[in-house]
């Protein structure tokens, strides 16, 4: 064990105790063992005949516990709160535990992230230092030097640690002193930096910076990064949680070099600055490939630049993932398992419609069926389908694509978007003809995908006959689970809101986001979809064939059980996944 691990070991829990941080640490005074597998069956946790099989050497014991929780035996709680009573050192919950800022401050960012370690605590000139392995004698040394004070080790649960670093070692502060670094290099004369073509010195400032403004943006799980040219300088902004939130400001003179970066990342004409550009770039990221789909448009002040941040681990959700309610996930599920018709999920851009549309496919696609899509862009890389990019410069359309992978013998088919009356009419035709097609339409609501598709000159009655079913969706914030607060809103509001009729008289309790550090303060963490489930009954049949309006195929389908968003988000609020003021802001 590292010297001084164990006289600080009966230390810390009465330092942090006295400090009000009692419930966040573990103490494990006096208790020290050389074997985590003696402890976790000590403890409960799996069988001691699993102890047989074992010969006491150090490194097979960490080999066989790394095998448990890949296993799901043990979890990695468990065998963080083993190795602290192994090594005789406090735990700590970094869920719990109110990391103090400033210490974290102390150390330089790009340290902390190397060696996976977060300063959380000071006692006097002790350094309370939280960590994964705390035999890392090296890191323990790094962090030393830096902050020329004693470093204690306490022990965290890996995830909850790489949590915490994302949260509160933001690489803010190095991108200002990369921004200086690139100002000085590029001089004082205002003019841009020279485009970096062939990057051989991962150090060099553009490349860093770049790869700064990309690592912050997935860590704070944003979907959307915006480099935005001004008169005089560029802002940065990512969307985090549906809602834009300005990041960084930089100088004027950088703006070229930056843009130029991103765009050799993601194989765009670098010479070409008068017409907008599409492209594809892929980072690694806490050890996983993320995709990152980027567009540029020229303005009056330069390129502004948008990348999608597409994680690939999103399209290994399960159907219970995207909260349906229960009448409307069994009315869905209904029609994703049936062999033919077409599905329409509607939206806005960025409400969630790829997501919902991977998700089914990952739920029907099975080695005995054929599955193709049809996509503009490709966003997500699926195992086990066929991907199909829309390539208009080459004559492959999405009508064209349609038209060719129907003769490639397909049981299921994905169609990005129906945009035109000749793909909407292949579309139909197919899943009238024993294919299950699932697409996506820009319409406000279910019933309006309807009469948007007799609009694109598809005759009624084939609309009523080979349309299944219509999913309408929005993205709102999730409350955070950690922080949210029970409260009752005034019933009259509620009334006048449209979410309780005026007869009620029991007000459900409502949560409201109050904000904490898991959250950065915002009360909400992550995203919930709020949705409208609209099956194709004979009487919308009818309605359709009819040429009846969105709104009477709306009441038909109230009236038939159908929940709107706002119902659904209602539902959603008393369920205490968001607030009222979210289904407000998403839902008209």
């Known amino acids: 064990m590292h010297r001084g691990c164990l006289a600080y070991a009966r230390v810390v829990p009465g330092v942090l105790a006295d400090r009000g941080y009692a419930g966040t640490v573990a103490s494990t005074e006096g208790v020290v063992m050389s074997s985590l597998s003696e402890i976790l069956v000590i403890r409960g946790h799996m069988p001691i005949t699993s102890l047989d099989a074992l010969s006491g050497d150090p490194v097979e014991d960490e080999a066989f516990v790394r095998d448990l929780v890949l296993g799901g035996i043990v979890t990695e709680s468990q065998v963080a709160t083993a190795r602290a009573a192994q090594l005789g050192l406090p735990f700590v919950d970094l869920t719990e535990f109110p990391v103090d800022q400033a210490c974290v401050a102390l150390v330089p960012g790009a340290l902390l992230r190397r060696h996976e370690v977060l300063p959380i605590a000071r006692d006097g000139d002790r350094l309370m230092l939280a960590m994964a392995e705390p035999r890392d004698v090296l890191a323990l040394d790094d962090v030393r030097a830096a902050v020329r004070m004693q470093v204690a080790p306490v022990v965290a649960e890996r995830s909850d640690l790489l949590a915490a670093i994302g949260r509160f070692v933001r690489s803010d502060g190095e991108l200002s002193e990369l ?88 194989d765009i004409d670098i010479a070409e600055r008068r017409k907008p550009q599409d492209g594809r770039m892929s980072v690694i990221h806490g050890g996983r490939q993320i995709d990152l789909r980027v567009a540029t448009l020229p303005t009056v002040y330069g390129e502004k630049v948008v990348m999608r941040i597409l994680d690939n681990a999103s399209t290994g959700l399960g159907m219970d993932q995207l909260h349906l309610l229960e009448r409307n996930a069994e009315v869905y599920r209904a029609s994703y398992t049936k062999p033919y018709g077409m599905i329409l999920v509607t939206g806005p851009t960025g409400s969630g419609k790829s997501t919902t549309l991977y998700t089914t496919l990952h739920a029907v696609a099975r080695p005995e069926i054929n599955v193709i899509t049809v996509e503009d862009p490709v966003e997500y890389r699926m195992d086990g389908i066929n991907q199909v990019q829309v390539n208009p410069k080459a004559g492959l359309t999405f009508a064209s694509a349609l038209r060719s992978i129907l003769r490639s013998d397909p049981d299921v088919v994905l169609l990005g978007e129906i945009r035109d009356h000749e793909t909407a009419q292949i579309a139909i035709e197919a899943a009238l003809t024993g294919h299950l097609v699932l697409s996506t339409l820009h319409t406000n609501d279910a019933p309006s995908a309807v009469t948007r598709l007799i609009e694109m000159d598809i005759e009624p009655f084939l609309v009523g006959s080979a349309l299944d079913c219509v999913v309408a969706q929005r993205l709102a914030r999730r409350l955070c689970d950690r922080c949210k607060q029970a409260y009752q809103h005034p019933l009259e509001e509620l009334v006048a809101l449209r979410l309780m009729a005026g007869h009620e008289t029991v007000v459900p309790t409502l949560y409201k986001p109050i904000g904490c550090t898991s959250c950065s303060n915002t009360g909400y963490r992550g995203r919930i979809a709020l949705h409208e489930v609209m099956p194709v009954s004979e009487d919308i049949e009818r309605l359709a064939v009819a040429r009846a309006s969105s709104a009477e195929i709306g009441r038909a389908a109230v009236a038939q059980g159908m929940s709107t968003l706002r119902d659904d988000g209602w539902a959603k609020a008393q369920l205490g996944l968001t607030s009222i003021e979210e289904i407000l802001r998403v839902v008209a």
């Open 179 to 266: 921004t200086t670094a690139m100002v000085e290099e590029s001089g004082s004369g205002g003019g841009d930096l020279v485009p970096v073509t062939e990057p051989t010195e991962d150090d060099a400032p553009i490349v860093r910076f770049v790869n700064l403004l990309i690592s912050q943006a997935i860590s704070d799980h944003a979907s959307d990064i915006h480099i935005e040219p001004a008169e005089r300088d560029m802002h940065v902004r990512y969307r985090i949680d549906g809602v834009l939130h300005e990041m960084q400001r930089a100088p004027k003179n950088i703006q070229n070099g930056v843009i130029s970066r991103l765009k050799i990342m993601s």
